[in-house]
């Protein structure tokens, strides 16, 4: 055959010599579509060998080759080898693979670790059998039961560049050849025999007689009552013996054969080369059975089997020529189980067999606890051991490594870190060599964390290499190159006591290479239908059940299908249970919760583990294991008891009895969870394949069974080539993920100091004080053209210069070797820094449209590329321009952050994705609701029931139809409520299919329906006639199918991503359906009040997100309570707050603090009063009692303290405060905590909301907060009894309010009166007090909202209210105008109306009319003439506000009322027509006279003018520079200047003055509450106003 290359190659290989040389183009950009094969088929014995040339460090992976049965003539080449099918065996790495699949995982040396000159070659045997050859060693058979004509295969994958066919010959021709094939007769037949040969006499491989030169030696035999040496032979000639490579390499190849015949159903066969037969089949183990081409020493029990004669129990010679395989003279290969070595540390005590090894006297000695193997390790050996006992006195626990020392002749140290000389050792989770340590981290296990039961092992590879295994894991290459003859040490130092050697890892080998075999019949798991199983009866040993070793409190019935804690009321935890075998990749391991108990918090808790039950040591929870464990947890995923996922998928602790919760591995690595059915998305990645389904019963989780059925599990998005790929934080990039842009996140990868949490959304730069760079992310995919990538800035520091830098790069995550700073990198990069845009390092232009520098904490920057190659930068979401052109369009980019300086902490805004949707206004990027709610408040949800195509996706807010074109009807998740919009938004469409979205209500209820969506639903809503559904489809409505009304509003299938479909139910019982928010009028009539909204996922429409939420409800939650005002004084019932409810009393359910507490914390009172006895923290307190639903729990401050700062914090916790280990401050609780700290929401320390209520920091003593959880599981925040909003959803039950002494707070006492409930029957209302009439004049809640009096806390004041008294001072007006009283001054900055909880706008007067608080402004009450009729004026008149200048302030008041001479821009104007609407616009130089002019002017024309004065009810528009113009003045206390306006409040009597438009051209409204047609009023009636307050407002 000739050694040449056939013509046809991969796309990207270029063939050079004759078609001997073969080179990959493009070698650094691209990695695969390098396949060669050889030109002519291979003949039987021929090896195929090349040499590799060339070799790149760019890319993982490297040359790979084997054969294949596909005429390279006609075949269409696939991108690697491992994608060719069709009958293709292929050696990658050190794996075979059938077809694509792995069919041996552990072979010969590893292709990977090749360098440039190796060679590497492929041979068929004339026995069908596949070789490969590594510079001229055969390292055995890799697979059996070849076709006859096979192409060699070689493919340039990764690393390798170029590689040169050296030769296609017998193996006689290459070097170092051994001549197998001459004793074809006798050493071959050797080997096929055992591969074909009894499965029963596997040991008896060890005992093949050694032949050497023509002789034969004998093979030392122990009897068995011996069966190891007390000291291990070192008489191995080198001239007399195969070499250990070759030694091993037979031994390999003869058991990987034998594991092969019985993976493939082969017959057993003798294992001789004669046609004896072995009569002692029934012994194993150290007693071996002869075989060979001759005859051979055996022991007395067995026969002889042969070619040759047999003696028992002597000592024959096989005839020259005739021997069998050779094997080592010194007994090695007899001795083959590893043992502890009898001669071992000082304190070491040897049992079961020299298996066991313990440390005596543990708790007085910590050392002098080594012990070693009793013969050094083979190459590709694993020596495991298992933990059976720790003590917990000591610090340190066990390590364990090799040496090349041998055990008879070392003098043992107290600890073998000690030793100084051939001695690698793994301690904690570093590497030691020769006691120093080499490697500081390297693997994330540390074996001081390690627990009883847990295994550790270690494998010395034929390539040299080291490598530790946890838990059945491999930890990589602990050392790159080892001596060829260690031995395996331990040392029981510290907390470890006892360990075992575990032998059975050959049967896991065993196990994972059926299951291999087993995923490539059915790669289909987890669907509907039956598991393939190799054993005769799959569904007794293939049956998914619970192993019997279970949590102390727990305990397996019905056959293993059904778990419980029997006594669940009396214990929480200890509730663990694992699955009797380990899942296969795809397979679904699911429960059905079938009793809950009420009386703990948190609920049912599942996952996988790498632990092996049998061994296990069951914690008291699962998350209590540090190693080798994933758990889906209430609504986060933790790692080995680490949180890695905050905010994923739904909470396990609100689900009921009835639900049910799943997990699977996929094949892939990824861990993914059902809840319901509903996949909740990739969990996290490189799961490995072994691993256990875990189930923690625990809290109100009392019993679970697992489900068989798996029919009613949707696939996985990822099944389907038409679906979204829902992306994981850290997961790898997809280009094509998921349609939605929430799937953007930072990468797993990144800079040192940079810290990743909150769902991967949120970066932060650690040590932000002492550390400056180091801290770049990457987003964890490529952007899409035109997609924006914005994040807001959350925190900064003052201590550095320079800030963020923000940028793109076409460099992968993977491939990115994070440098200091990003304007370091020379190559694919453009970055902003400060003004100047770089790239690759080099400043490109400066003074770009904005400066990062420049930017502070709630700052917005996005960057986007175009699809023409521009890159653009928002900053706030206004487009900076084109900052730089010439992007390559047809390269991914990756948005990159720099967390530089002074920038600490950035999050993903909800604005990232396409651009349309980029410009968002909003400041508020972070929710309080899960991530994947597409709307604000309580969104509506779809049902679980649904089509059997469907997938939902995001906690049920999006719906995908991942096949076909029908079978798509979802629902919603409850009955639509009267004038409820149920309205959802198209997200993608399939243009292969005609037909579009169907959309209408249905009286059939969801629940109703069978389990399985494939069963009870019609493949199409318009078949849909089980209840009454109306509907349309297209323009037609119809109902149950039949058609009662054409042309309907516009088509909905003319619809496209984007639209919005919405429908409704009317309260004339009509059906709405609104498209992009316009209803499209009646569309049917006499519909059912008990209706559900429907929609089928029919033809072009593929997937749908939900935009509207439950408004009713929402309003009726968030809805502001306030006290009624009957019981107050006169004045308050004519001013009633804009949409203000009234609260029910209800007796209150005491609730008290509980004794478990921080340490700085007394309590007394019975537990009602807490204060904080030292120091500024330790001061949390949590209730005794959960807090109910609706209920408000409320406390008051009773004392402060000024020599701190800062204040108090409360919140919720949805655990159980008895197991809660109190920290210093409530913002360090990071597990299920709400937290309003200032005027923020914190959700597990994370930011979530600003902006929220009053500043927490400024309340005086006296104020009451309470704390409130509604209906719909919104937390509340009640201020002296008002309602602040919502501040935070989701909230678990039960929960338990928080509070935290902090800082100035000291005292706290819980207020036990009776308690309003939200949505109770009216009752009688509390007042404050007793308030005069005038208290209520301006209609601002003084008697509503309490009020601190002045000296209730004079060290707490306003700085704004101070501000303006200064300014007020400036203007020397006469006290005398001014109200003595000084509580009736009131400052509406933002702290300060928040805390007293006013509404923004309120009614008054007769007729009602509706005005604005003067937000941003203070008032100065001013003192009423005697003579004016003030009880009729304050509860009769509107109110309204005057803006005017400082100049005209004083005579204003001389007059005490707005007189048509204030020399204002409100003064009183000519005119000499009334217009239409009695008033008319004022003269431009009306202003511009001096008083006596305009006097002499006015008496002149006093019979044809009309005097006139301009008012508002808002400040917002009388406020305006061009009514009330600014003044400069300086603050005498800060020497700062500022700029003043002033104004009025006053009364005006209903009547005196009419209603017109505003006069400034202004398109926009200036107030929402006032359109801008009504927003002036017009008096011309002298003593139709009374001045009430002073208005000033200061900048």
Same mark, same amino acid.
């Given at each position: 055959?000739?050694?040449?290359?056939?013509?046809?190659?991969?796309k990207?290989?270029?063939?050079?010599?004759?078609?001997?040389?073969?080179?990959?183009?493009?070698?650094?950009?691209?990695?695969?579509?390098?396949?060669?094969l050889?030109?002519?088929p291979l003949?039987?014995?021929?090896?195929?060998?090349?040499?590799?040339?060339?070799?790149?460090?760019?890319w993982?992976?490297?040359?790979?080759i084997?054969?294949t049965?596909?005429?390279?003539?006609?075949?269409?080449?696939?991108?690697?080898a491992?994608?060719?099918?069709?009958?293709?065996w292929i050696?990658?790495?050190?794996?075979?693979?059938?077809?694509?699949?792995?069919?041996?995982?552990?072979y010969?040396r590893?292709?990977?670790?090749?360098?440039?000159?190796d060679r590497?070659?492929?041979?068929?045997?004339?026995?069908?059998?596949?070789?490969?050859w590594v510079?001229?060693?055969?390292?055995?058979?890799?697979?059996?039961?070849?076709?006859t004509?096979l192409?060699?295969?070689?493919d340039?994958?990764g690393?390798?560049?170029?590689?040169?066919?050296?030769?296609?010959?017998?193996?006689?021709?290459?070097?170092?050849?051994?001549?197998?094939?001459?004793?074809?007769?006798?050493?071959?037949v050797?080997v096929?025999?055992?591969?074909?040969?009894?499965?029963?006499?596997l040991?008896?491989?060890?005992n093949?007689?050694a032949?050497?030169n023509?002789?034969?030696?004998?093979?030392?035999?122990?009897?068995?009552t011996?069966?190891?040496?007390d000291?291990?032979?070192?008489n191995?000639?080198?001239e007399?013996?195969?070499?250990?490579?070759q030694l091993?390499?037979?031994?390999n190849n003869?058991?990987?054969?034998?594991?092969?015949?019985?993976?493939?159903?082969g017959?057993?066969?003798?294992?001789?080369?004669?046609?004896g037969?072995d009569?002692?089949?029934?012994v194993?183990g150290?007693?071996?059975?002869s075989?060979?081409?001759?005859?051979?020493?055996?022991?007395?029990s067995?026969?002889d089997?042969g070619?040759?004669?047999?003696?028992t129990g002597?000592?024959?010679?096989?005839?020259?020529?005739?021997?069998?395989?050779?094997?080592?003279?010194s007994?090695?290969?007899?001795n083959?189980?590893?043992?502890f070595h009898e001669?071992?540390?000082?304190?070491?005590?040897?049992?079961?067999?020299?298996?066991?090894?313990?440390?005596r006297?543990?708790?007085?000695e910590?050392?002098?606890?080594?012990?070693?193997?009793?013969?050094?390790?083979?190459?590709?050996?694993?020596?495991?051991i298992?933990?059976?006992?720790?003590?917990?006195?000591?610090?340190g626990s066990?390590?364990?490594?090799?040496t090349?020392h041998?055990p008879?002749?070392?003098?043992?140290?107290?600890t073998?870190?000690n030793?100084?000389?051939?001695t690698?050792?793994?301690?904690?989770?570093?590497?030691?060599?020769?006691?120093?340590?080499t490697?500081?981290?390297?693997?994330?296990?540390?074996?001081?964390?390690?627990?009883?039961g847990?295994?550790?092992?270690?494998?010395?590879?034929?390539?040299?290499?080291?490598?530790?295994?946890?838990?059945?894991?491999?930890?990589?290459?602990?050392?790159?190159q080892t001596?060829p003859?260690?031995?395996?040490?331990?040392?029981?130092y510290?907390?470890a006591v006892?360990?075992?050697?575990?032998?059975n890892h050959?049967h896991?080998?065993r196990?994972?290479?059926?299951?291999?075999?087993?995923?490539?019949?059915?790669?289909?798991?987890?669907r509907p239908?039956?598991?393939l199983?190799?054993t005769?009866?799959?569904?007794?040993?293939?049956r998914?059940?619970?192993?019997?070793?279970?949590?102390?409190?727990?305990?397996?019935i019905?056959?293993?299908?059904?778990?419980?804690?029997p006594?669940?009321?009396?214990?929480?935890n200890?509730?663990?249970v694992l699955?009797?075998?380990?899942?296969?990749s795809?397979e679904?391991?699911?429960?059905?919760?079938?009793k809950m108990?009420?009386?703990?918090a948190?609920?049912?808790?599942?996952?996988?583990?790498?632990?092996n039950?049998?061994?296990?040591?069951?914690?008291?929870?699962?998350?209590?294991?540090r190693?080798?464990?994933? &758990?889906?947890?209430?609504n986060?995923?933790?790692?080995?008891?680490?949180?890695?996922?905050?905010e994923?998928?739904?909470?396990?602790?609100?689900?009921k009895?009835?639900?049910t919760?799943?997990?699977v591995?996929?094949?892939?690595?990824?861990?993914?969870?059902?809840?319901n059915g509903v996949a909740?998305g990739?969990?996290a990645?490189?799961?490995p394949?072994?691993?256990?389904?875990?189930?923690?019963?625990y809290?109100?989780?009392?019993?679970?069974?697992?489900?068989?059925?798996?029919?009613?599990?949707?696939?996985?998005?990822?099944?389907s080539?038409?679906?979204?790929?829902?992306?994981s934080?850290?997961?790898?990039?997809?280009?094509a993920?998921?349609?939605?842009?929430n799937d953007l996140r930072f990468?797993q990868?990144?800079?040192t100091?940079?810290?990743i949490?909150?769902?991967?959304?949120?970066?932060?730069?650690q040590?932000?004080?002492?550390?400056?760079?180091?801290?770049?992310v990457?987003?964890?995919?490529?952007?899409?053209?035109?997609?924006?990538?914005?994040?807001?800035?959350?925190?900064?520091?003052?201590r550095?210069?320079?800030?963020i830098?923000?940028?793109?790069?076409?460099?992968r995550?993977?491939?990115?070797?994070?440098p200091?700073?990003?304007?370091d990198?020379d190559?694919?990069t453009?970055?902003?820094?400060?003004?100047?845009?770089?790239?690759?390092?080099?400043t490109m232009?400066?003074?770009?449209?904005?400066?990062?520098?420049s930017?502070t904490?709630?700052?917005?920057?996005?960057?986007?590329?175009?699809?023409?190659?521009?890159?653009?930068?928002?900053?706030?979401?206004?487009?900076?321009g084109?900052a730089?052109?010439?992007?390559?369009?047809?390269?991914?980019?990756?948005?990159?952050?720099?967390?530089?300086?002074?920038?600490?902490?950035?999050?993903?805004?909800?604005s990232?994705g396409?651009l349309?949707?980029?410009?968002?206004?909003?400041n508020?990027?972070e929710k309080?609701?899960p991530?994947?709610?597409p709307?604000?408040?309580?969104?509506?949800r779809?049902?679980?029931k649904?089509?059997?195509?469907?997938?939902l996706?995001g906690?049920?807010?999006?719906?995908?139809?991942?096949?076909?074109?029908a079978?798509?009807?979802?629902?919603?998740?409850?009955?639509?409520?009267?004038d409820?919009?149920?309205?959802?938004?198209?997200?993608?469409?399939?243009n292969?299919?005609?037909?579009?979205?169907?959309?209408?209500?249905?009286?059939?209820?969801?629940?109703?329906?069978?389990?399985?969506?494939?069963s009870?639903l019609?493949?199409?809503?318009?078949?849909?006639?089980?209840?009454?559904?109306?509907?349309?489809?297209?323009?037609?409505v119809?109902?149950?199918?039949?058609?009662?009304?054409?042309?309907?509003?516009?088509?909905?299938?003319?619809?496209?991503?984007g639209?919005?479909?919405?429908v409704?139910?009317?309260?004339?019982?009509?059906?709405?359906?609104?498209?992009?928010?316009?209803d499209?009028?009646?569309?049917?009539?006499a519909?059912?009040?008990?209706v559900?909204?429907v929609?089928?996922?029919?033809?072009?429409v593929t997937?749908?997100?939900?935009?509207?939420?439950?408004v009713l409800?929402?309003?009726?939650?968030?809805?502001?309570?306030?006290?009624?005002?009957d019981s107050c004084?006169?004045g308050?019932e004519?001013?009633?707050?804009?949409?203000?409810?009234k609260?029910?009393l209800v007796?209150?359910?005491?609730?008290?603090?509980?004794?478990?507490?921080?340490?700085?914390?007394?309590l007394?009172?019975?537990?009602?009063?807490?204060?904080?006895?030292?120091?500024?923290?330790?001061?949390l307190?949590?209730?005794?009692q959960?807090?109910?639903?609706?209920?408000l729990?409320?406390f008051q401050?009773?004392?402060l303290?000024?020599?701190?700062?800062?204040?108090?914090?409360?919140?919720?916790?949805g655990?159980?405060?008895?197991r809660?280990?109190?920290?210093s401050?409530?913002?360090?609780?990071?597990?299920?905590?709400?937290?309003?700290?200032?005027?923020?929401?914190?959700h597990?320390?994370?930011k979530?909301?600003?902006?929220?209520?009053?500043?927490?920091?400024?309340?005086?003593?006296?104020?009451?907060?309470g704390?409130?959880?509604?209906?719909?599981?919104?937390?509340?925040?009640?201020v002296?009894?008002?309602?602040?909003?919502?501040?935070a959803?989701?909230?678990?039950?039960?929960?338990?309010?928080?509070?935290?002494?902090y800082?100035?707070?000291?005292q706290?006492?819980?207020?036990?009166?009776?308690?309003?409930?939200?949505?109770?029957?009216s009752g009688?209302a509390r007042?404050q007090?007793?308030?005069?009439?005038?208290d &209520?004049?301006?209609?601002i809640?003084?008697?509503?909202?309490?009020?601190?009096?002045?000296?209730?806390?004079?060290?707490?004041?306003?700085?704004?209210?101070?501000?303006?008294?200064?300014?007020?001072?400036?203007?020397t007006?006469?006290d005398?105008?001014?109200?003595?009283?000084?509580?009736?001054?009131?400052?509406y900055?933002?702290s300060?109306?928040k805390l007293?909880?006013?509404?923004?706008?309120?009614?008054?007067?007769?007729?009602?009319?509706d005005?604005?608080?003067?937000?941003?402004?203070?008032?100065?009450?001013?003192?009423?003439?005697p003579?004016?009729?003030?009880?009729?004026?304050f509860k009769?008149w509107?109110?309204?506000?005057?803006?005017?200048?400082?100049?005209?302030?004083r005579?204003t008041?001389d007059?005490?009322?707005?007189?048509?001479?204030?020399?204002?821009?409100?003064?009183?104007s000519?005119?000499?027509m009334?217009?239409?609407?009695?008033?008319?616009?004022?003269?431009?130089?009306s202003?511009s006279?001096?008083?006596?002019?305009?006097?002499?002017?006015?008496?002149?024309d006093?019979?044809k003018?009309?005097?006139?004065?301009?008012?508002?009810?808002t400040?917002r528009?009388?406020g305006?520079?061009?009514?009330?113009?600014?003044v400069?003045?300086?603050?005498p206390?800060?020497?700062?200047?500022?700029?003043?306006?002033?104004?009025f409040q006053?009364?005006v009597?209903p009547g005196?003055?009419?209603?017109g438009?505003q006069?400034?051209?202004?398109?926009?409204?200036l107030?929402?509450?006032?359109s801008n047609?009504?927003i002036?009023?017009?008096?011309?009636?002298?003593?139709g106003?009374?001045?009430?307050?002073?208005?000033?407002?200061v900048?």
């Amino acid at each position: 055959m000739a050694a040449e290359l056939h013509p046809r190659s991969g796309k990207l290989i270029g063939l050079s010599n004759s078609n001997r040389t073969a080179q990959r183009n493009q070698p650094v950009q691209e990695f695969n579509h390098g396949l060669v094969l050889s030109r002519e088929p291979l003949r039987d014995r021929d090896v195929f060998t090349v040499r590799i040339d060339k070799k790149v460090n760019s890319w993982s992976g490297s040359v790979e080759i084997g054969v294949t049965a596909l005429d390279p003539a006609c075949l269409d080449f696939p991108s690697s080898a491992t994608g060719l099918k069709g009958g293709s065996w292929i050696v990658s790495g050190c794996s075979v693979l059938r077809d694509g699949r792995s069919v041996l995982e552990e072979y010969g040396r590893d292709l990977d670790q090749l360098a440039e000159g190796d060679r590497v070659g492929i041979q068929r045997s004339a026995r069908g059998e596949l070789h490969l050859w590594v510079n001229g060693h055969d390292c055995g058979a890799a697979a059996s039961g070849l076709p006859t004509r096979l192409w060699a295969v070689v493919d340039l994958y990764g690393k390798c560049t170029q590689v040169t066919v050296v030769s296609c010959e017998p193996p006689s021709s290459m070097e170092r050849d051994t001549e197998r094939e001459t004793v074809e007769g006798h050493e071959e037949v050797v080997v096929c025999g055992v591969s074909e040969g009894d499965t029963e006499d596997l040991t008896s491989v060890v005992n093949l007689a050694a032949v050497t030169n023509g002789t034969t030696e004998e093979v030392p035999e122990l009897p068995p009552t011996h069966n190891r040496p007390d000291k291990f032979p070192n008489n191995i000639e080198p001239e007399t013996a195969l070499t250990e490579h070759q030694l091993f390499d037979v031994f390999n190849n003869a058991i990987v054969s034998l594991y092969r015949s019985e993976d493939e159903g082969g017959g057993g066969r003798d294992l001789g080369g004669g046609t004896g037969t072995d009569s002692g089949t029934g012994v194993r183990g150290d007693r071996g059975s002869s075989s060979g081409g001759g005859a051979v020493n055996s022991n007395s029990s067995n026969s002889d089997s042969g070619a040759g004669t047999g003696n028992t129990g002597s000592t024959n010679n096989s005839p020259a020529g005739g021997a069998g395989l050779g094997a080592v003279t010194s007994g090695m290969m007899t001795n083959d189980a590893l043992l502890f070595h009898e001669k071992c540390g000082t304190l070491i005590k040897l049992s079961n067999n020299n298996k066991t090894a313990e440390r005596r006297r543990p708790l007085d000695e910590f050392n002098n606890g080594v012990v070693m193997t009793n013969r050094p390790l083979r190459h590709n050996e694993m020596f495991e051991i298992r933990i059976d006992k720790l003590v917990d006195k000591w610090s340190g626990s066990i390590e364990i490594g090799v040496t090349t020392h041998n055990p008879n002749n070392l003098d043992y140290p107290a600890t073998m870190t000690n030793l100084r000389s051939g001695t690698i050792m793994m301690s904690g989770c570093g590497i030691l060599t020769n006691g120093k340590g080499t490697r500081r981290e390297y693997c994330e296990f540390s074996l001081d964390e390690l627990q009883e039961g847990d295994h550790i092992g270690l494998m010395h590879k034929a390539s040299g290499a080291l490598h530790f295994y946890i838990n059945g894991i491999d930890q990589g290459v602990a050392a790159a190159q080892t001596p060829p003859m260690v031995y395996g040490v331990v040392d029981l130092y510290g907390m470890a006591v006892k360990v075992t050697i575990v032998h059975n890892h050959n049967h896991s080998d065993r196990l994972r290479r059926n299951n291999a075999i087993m995923r490539a019949l059915s790669p289909d798991v987890g669907r509907p239908r039956p598991a393939l199983s190799l054993t005769s009866d799959p569904d007794a040993t293939d049956r998914l059940l619970f192993h019997t070793n279970c949590g102390q409190k727990a305990a397996i019935i019905s056959e293993g299908r059904t778990a419980l804690r029997p006594h669940a009321t009396d214990d929480f935890n200890h509730g663990v249970v694992l699955s009797g075998r380990p899942l296969r990749s795809n397979e679904v391991f699911q429960v059905r919760i079938d009793k809950m108990v009420d009386k703990w918090a948190g609920s049912i808790e599942i996952g996988v583990t790498t632990h092996n039950p049998a061994y296990l040591q069951l914690p008291s929870t699962m998350t209590n294991l540090r190693s080798g464990t994933w &758990m889906m947890t209430g609504n986060g995923v933790m790692h080995n008891g680490t949180t890695i996922l905050d905010e994923y998928g739904h909470n396990l602790d609100r689900l009921k009895a009835g639900d049910t919760v799943g997990v699977v591995r996929k094949e892939d690595g990824s861990l993914h969870f059902f809840v319901n059915g509903v996949a909740q998305g990739p969990a996290a990645w490189n799961i490995p394949p072994s691993v256990y389904a875990v189930v923690d019963l625990y809290g109100q989780a009392a019993q679970a069974t697992i489900m068989d059925d798996m029919a009613d599990l949707p696939p996985l998005p990822e099944d389907s080539s038409e679906g979204p790929t829902v992306m994981s934080p850290g997961s790898p990039c997809s280009v094509a993920g998921g349609n939605s842009a929430n799937d953007l996140r930072f990468h797993q990868l990144h800079g040192t100091n940079a810290v990743i949490t909150n769902g991967g959304r949120t970066a932060l730069r650690q040590n932000c004080r002492s550390e400056f760079n180091d801290a770049i992310v990457i987003s964890n995919r490529c952007l899409r053209d035109g997609e924006l990538f914005e994040i807001v800035i959350q925190k900064m520091v003052d201590r550095w210069s320079g800030s963020i830098e923000a940028g793109v790069t076409s460099i992968r995550p993977e491939e990115l070797e994070f440098p200091n700073t990003m304007t370091d990198i020379d190559y694919d990069t453009w970055m902003l820094s400060g003004t100047a845009i770089m790239q690759d390092g080099n400043t490109m232009r400066n003074n770009y449209g904005c400066d990062l520098d420049s930017l502070t904490t709630g700052s917005r920057i996005g960057m986007m590329r175009s699809a023409t190659g521009d890159l653009h930068y928002y900053i706030n979401g206004v487009d900076q321009g084109v900052a730089c052109t010439g992007l390559p369009p047809d390269k991914e980019v990756y948005a990159v952050i720099d967390l530089y300086g002074q920038c600490v902490q950035v999050s993903i805004t909800s604005s990232s994705g396409p651009l349309d949707n980029s410009l968002c206004t909003s400041n508020i990027t972070e929710k309080s609701f899960p991530i994947h709610s597409p709307v604000a408040g309580v969104a509506h949800r779809l049902h679980s029931k649904h089509g059997k195509n469907v997938v939902l996706l995001g906690e049920g807010c999006q719906a995908v139809r991942v096949g076909g074109y029908a079978h798509g009807i979802v629902f919603s998740a409850k009955e639509l409520k009267t004038d409820e919009l149920f309205e959802v938004k198209i997200d993608e469409i399939d243009n292969q299919w005609s037909g579009s979205l169907h959309m209408g209500l249905t009286s059939l209820a969801p629940p109703e329906l069978p389990s399985c969506p494939m069963s009870g639903l019609s493949p199409s809503l318009t078949q849909l006639r089980a209840k009454v559904t109306w509907l349309l489809a297209g323009s037609e409505v119809r109902r149950n199918g039949v058609l009662q009304r054409q042309n309907y509003g516009a088509s909905l299938d003319r619809l496209t991503v984007g639209n919005r479909v919405g429908v409704k139910r009317c309260s004339d019982d009509t059906m709405h359906v609104l498209i992009d928010g316009e209803d499209m009028g009646t569309a049917a009539t006499a519909v059912a009040k008990n209706v559900y909204a429907v929609l089928d996922l029919y033809g072009r429409v593929t997937a749908v997100s939900i935009v509207s939420s439950s408004v009713l409800e929402d309003a009726e939650s968030i809805k502001a309570p306030s006290l009624s005002s009957d019981s107050c004084s006169d004045g308050e019932e004519d001013s009633t707050p804009v949409g203000s409810t009234k609260l029910a009393l209800v007796p209150n359910t005491v609730m008290a603090f509980l004794e478990n507490h921080g340490k700085n914390i007394q309590l007394s009172n019975q537990n009602l009063t807490a204060a904080r006895v030292s120091s500024y923290n330790q001061g949390l307190l949590v209730t005794a009692q959960p807090l109910p639903r609706q209920q408000l729990f409320q406390f008051q401050i009773d004392r402060l303290n000024p020599s701190w700062t800062s204040s108090l914090s409360l919140g919720v916790i949805g655990h159980s405060p008895d197991r809660l280990n109190f920290p210093s401050t409530a913002c360090c609780l990071k597990r299920s905590a709400w937290l309003l700290q200032r005027d923020s929401v914190f959700h597990n320390s994370l930011k979530i909301c600003e902006n929220y209520g009053p500043n927490l920091d400024t309340c005086p003593e006296g104020t009451v907060l309470g704390l409130l959880v509604d209906g719909n599981s919104c937390l509340h925040l009640h201020v002296n009894g008002m309602d602040q909003g919502v501040a935070a959803q989701d909230i678990p039950t039960p929960c338990y309010p928080l509070i935290d002494l902090y800082g100035q707070c000291e005292q706290v006492t819980i207020v036990t009166d009776n308690v309003p409930t939200v949505g109770g029957e009216s009752g009688e209302a509390r007042c404050q007090g007793d308030m005069e009439k005038a208290d &209520m004049v301006d209609g601002i809640k003084e008697s509503v909202c309490w009020t601190p009096p002045p000296e209730v806390n004079p060290n707490k004041t306003c700085e704004y209210q101070a501000l303006c008294s200064r300014f007020k001072d400036l203007l020397t007006l006469p006290d005398g105008y001014f109200n003595e009283d000084a509580k009736y001054n009131l400052c509406y900055c933002e702290s300060c109306h928040k805390l007293r909880g006013d509404e923004a706008y309120y009614k008054r007067g007769e007729p009602p009319r509706d005005y604005a608080l003067p937000f941003g402004w203070c008032r100065f009450a001013l003192r009423i003439k005697p003579h004016c009729e003030v009880s009729s004026a304050f509860k009769k008149w509107h109110i309204a506000y005057h803006g005017t200048s400082v100049g005209a302030l004083r005579r204003t008041l001389d007059h005490a009322q707005l007189l048509s001479g204030t020399s204002s821009i409100f003064s009183v104007s000519p005119a000499k027509m009334e217009g239409p609407n009695g008033y008319s616009e004022p003269e431009e130089n009306s202003n511009s006279l001096p008083d006596r002019e305009r006097d002499r002017d006015r008496d002149r024309d006093r019979d044809k003018e009309v005097p006139r004065v301009q008012l508002s009810p808002t400040m917002r528009y009388s406020g305006l520079e061009m009514f009330a113009p600014k003044v400069q003045f300086r603050d005498p206390r800060s020497h700062c200047c500022h700029q003043a306006q002033v104004g009025f409040q006053v009364c005006v009597r209903p009547g005196s003055y009419k209603v017109g438009p505003q006069n400034l051209g202004a398109s926009e409204p200036l107030d929402p509450r006032f359109s801008n047609t009504e927003i002036e009023w017009i008096t011309k009636e002298q003593g139709g106003t009374l001045l009430y307050g002073l208005l000033i407002r200061v900048e």
